[in-house]
């Protein structure tokens, strides 16, 4: 499976924007998926996940209210709508592949990885 997210952006704070992960192979759509960010030096924070048929959601607390997580099985593509975003949503953005049928905030229940989109909210 390979994973390639985008819609990162430079925007101000309040702004919204939506990434997409873009997913090939089938494990994605059997399996539950996630967002994870970073920023350097610090480590990976769950952001939301999502169960393989969208009908089961996570957030982690800081994003709760604001962000969205959403798939589409038919297209294989993960969606991250992000409202009301904040300087401190600044970090970058990966999508990732759960080992089962529903999301995790581990980073470590999650097989594969795709490459960050940058999100940088200025205040």
């Known amino acids: 499976v390979q994973l390639q997210a985008s819609g990162g952006g430079s925007v101000q704070a309040g702004s919204s924007l939506r990434l997409s992960c873009a997913a090939s192979?089938?494990?994605?759509?059997?399996?539950?998926m996630a967002w994870f960010r970073q920023v350097p030096g610090k480590e990976r924070e769950f952001v939301a996940s999502i169960s393989w048929n969208g009908g089961s959601t996570v957030y982690g607390d800081s994003v709760k209210g604001r962000f969205t997580i959403s798939k589409d099985n038919a297209k294989s593509t993960l969606y991250l709508q992000m409202n009301s975003l904040e300087p401190e949503d600044t970090a970058e953005y990966y999508c990732a592949v759960a080992r089962s049928a529903y999301g995790s905030r581990l980073s470590g229940d999650y097989r594969y990885w795709g490459k960050g989109t940058q999100v940088t909210v200025s205040s």
């Open positions: 192979g089938r494990a994605s759509s059997n399996n539950g």
